[in-house]
């Protein structure tokens, strides 16, 4: 007896000492703390879909957090709604010993709506654990278990979900309780990496472990584009009810128009007989489609209702039409009802919106992908016109960087296809200035510049509009910086919605932009459009990088000399033409008007570049830098 109750407390001793050993950061190999944070020392995420109507998702994750930097990385949260129910969900923290410091229990994690202001009603929450560590290296044990009716869906799985964060050792199981129910599965860039995979006949299984951190470099192309990932999608699924088989975009397609557009288009007759007068006369449909959008930004407003069939349904004509106001679902959906109205066709479009930009998958329909609505409407040879309705400001047509160049879904009665909504390229994006200056003696400045910006340069000024005169100070403060003393004495602004264009005249006066040395004073011509950032230096680059967007800037300045001065060295033309773009400069003297002539134009051209070429694009960017700050030295002559 006493030799038992000997070996029941060894193995207990022996377990507890090696759960300790597990929690403890000494533990950690040195090319795993090498460039990271924080180290996941075990994550395992289980998916078991038990019919075409009941998922079960279980989830632990140990992650040991090595510096302040790294609590960004511990993510010990999980969201829930009326279709997705938390049944457990727990937290413990270790110390750098590995010895238990708290445990965090479901009624002690925070509680939340998953949306941010602006939103009407959301049934979408998220519990999350909020701790303050005391000392690091510290240690999270969290876990949750979900259960839902939906089994759309699938959880994606990233072994490596953010920088500086390196892997011990992840793992990713789900099941199926028939054939049918076996998702399809996508992998990404997993190149390099010693992935194992299992598959039985009732489920997949995938492992990894000794994960190197990926440090974050400047202007890299988004994490999804090369971080190795796998992608899972049902074929067969339930989604809030309503059952589907999906095996391309068509067929996803009509299961949304089926499911969560039939039916959401009946108007009210007063509505329809006010658009009618308002399109009287107007035959080509474009036009009508101008009116109507502007109708609709004229009486409607943004707010977001995450509400029906998980957030994806939206609200019907009739409710936008009474209560004036919808989220991108249902505010896109009343303006196609509108435009049908006017005998105006119009589809409504799913798209992932934002930065990173991010395609539809052609060869994986899912309902995971997007995250906005917005509408397209058949042009003929011309393709689409494009819109977005959540916006009581952006011109029709316009859709600005936030939904630019990506694949789209458009769905229509027949099915669903992929189309890229428009791209806008550097000669899209062009901003023009023209000033007159009038430089004093005492290195005063006063002048006047008018430009007029287009594109996604348009995209980024018109909401000047919107602000106070205080605010429009400290916009051109910030915008023309290396002004000191600036003093801003006359804004006017314009803008053109139909062809897309907005125009700032500005007088303005600074008390000290030349700087005197004796009889000299030096400047830099280049007055107010000067770009002098250089990208910073890698001693070897890993990742590719991107330059969005492209852009092209010409600018033409007249600065009136003072009496007696006269030139004694001008900067020299300068002439780049690389990949990357083009850069031309110019300064001229006019000695019968005693006026300095300065030009200049510069496209840089957006894109993706491979990581060799880094150290090329920083040149060209040093060299424009260069030329951006080069001096005008003018001396006082004694012969005037």
């Not at 998916?47 to 609590?71: A, D, F, H, P």
């Not at 004509?317 to 049908?340: F, H, M, P, Q």
């Not at 894109?607 to 060209?620: C, I, L, M, N």
Request: hydrophobic letters at 35%; glycine letters at 6%.
């Amino acid at each position: 007896m006493r030799d038992l109750l000997f070996c029941i407390l060894c193995g207990m001793s022996m377990t507890l000492y090696s759960q300790t050993f597990q929690f403890q950061s000494v533990a950690l190999s040195d090319s795993l703390i090498s460039h990271a944070d924080a180290v996941i020392r075990s994550d395992q995420l289980t998916v078991n879909i038990r019919s075409l109507n009941s998922m079960e998702v279980q989830k632990e994750r140990v992650i040991t957090v090595l510096n302040q930097r790294g609590n960004r990385l511990v993510r010990a949260f999980v969201g829930y709604d009326n279709s997705r129910k938390i049944k457990h969900i727990q937290a413990t923290i270790y110390n750098a010993l590995g010895l238990e410091v708290e445990t965090i229990k479901k009624r002690d994690f925070k509680d939340v709506s998953a949306v941010q202001g602006g939103t009407l009603y959301s049934d979408s929450r998220i519990m999350y654990l909020d701790y303050t560590p005391l000392s690091y290296p510290y240690t999270v044990k969290f876990s949750y278990e979900i259960e839902t009716s939906n089994t759309a869906p699938v959880p994606s799985w990233y072994f490596i979900e953010n920088y500086r964060l390196s892997v011990e050792e992840s793992s990713y199981q789900v099941t199926f309780a028939k054939p049918e129910l076996r998702p399809e599965v996508k992998e990404y860039h997993l190149e390099g990496y010693p992935l194992v995979r299992k598959e039985q006949y009732n489920s997949l299984s995938f492992s990894i472990t000794d994960v190197q951190a990926i440090q974050e470099e400047v202007l890299a192309p988004p994490f999804e584009a090369f971080v190795p990932h796998l992608k899972f999608r049902p074929i067969h699924f339930s989604y809030e009810g309503y059952e589907g088989e999906i095996h391309n975009w068509k067929d996803l397609g009509k299961w949304v128009y089926s499911n969560l557009l039939y039916g959401a288009d009946n108007l009210p007759e007063t509505t329809t007989e006010e658009l009618n007068r308002l399109v009287l006369g107007v035959t080509d449909p474009i036009d009508r489609a101008r009116i109507v959008y502007q109708y609709v930004q004229e009486h409607t407003r943004y707010i977001s209702v995450q509400v029906g069939i998980g957030g994806l349904r939206p609200s019907s004509a009739e409710d936008v039409d009474e209560l004036k106001y919808g989220d991108c679902k249902g505010l896109t959906n009343y303006t196609i009802s509108l435009l049908r109205a006017v005998d105006v066709p119009a589809h409504y479009v799913h798209v992932q919106a934002g930065n990173p930009k991010l395609d539809f998958e052609a060869d994986f329909a899912d309902l995971s992908q997007g995250n906005h609505v917005i509408l397209a409407i058949p042009n003929g040879e011309d393709g689409y016109v494009w819109a977005d309705c959540t916006s009581q400001t952006i011109p029709f047509g316009f859709l600005g960087d936030f939904t630019d160049d990506r694949l789209a879904h458009i769905i229509t009665e027949d099915g669903g296809s992929l189309a890229r909504t428009p791209a806008y390229h550097s000669a899209d994006n062009m901003q023009s200035s023209i000033a007159q200056m009038t430089l004093d003696s005492d290195g005063s400045l006063e002048g006047n510049v008018q430009i007029e910006s287009y594109g996604i340069q348009y995209n980024a000024r018109y909401s000047l509009l919107d602000l106070d005169w205080r605010d429009r100070e400290v916009h051109y403060r910030d915008r023309w910086e290396h002004l000191t003393g600036l003093n801003l004495h006359d804004i006017v602004y314009e803008e053109n919605k139909k062809e897309i264009k907005f125009f700032e005249n500005v007088t303005f006066s600074t008390s000290t932009y030349a700087k005197k040395a004796g009889k000299r004073f030096f400047f830099a011509p280049n007055t107010l459009n000067r770009i002098s950032h250089v990208p910073q230096p890698y001693e070897e680059r890993k990742l590719p990088f991107e330059i969005r967007p492209g852009y092209l800037d010409k600018d033409s300045y007249k600065i009136q000399i003072p009496e007696k001065y006269v030139p004694e060295a001008l900067p020299t033309a300068v002439n780049l033409e690389t990949e990357f773009g083009i850069y031309r400069s110019e300064v001229v003297y006019d000695e019968n008007q005693n006026i300095l002539k300065y030009s200049r134009e510069i496209e840089i051209r957006g894109g993706s570049y491979p990581e060799e070429r880094y150290d090329a694009y920083r040149e060209f960017r040093k060299e424009i830098a260069k030329a951006e700050n080069a001096q005008a030295v003018f001396i006082e002559s004694s012969n005037q």
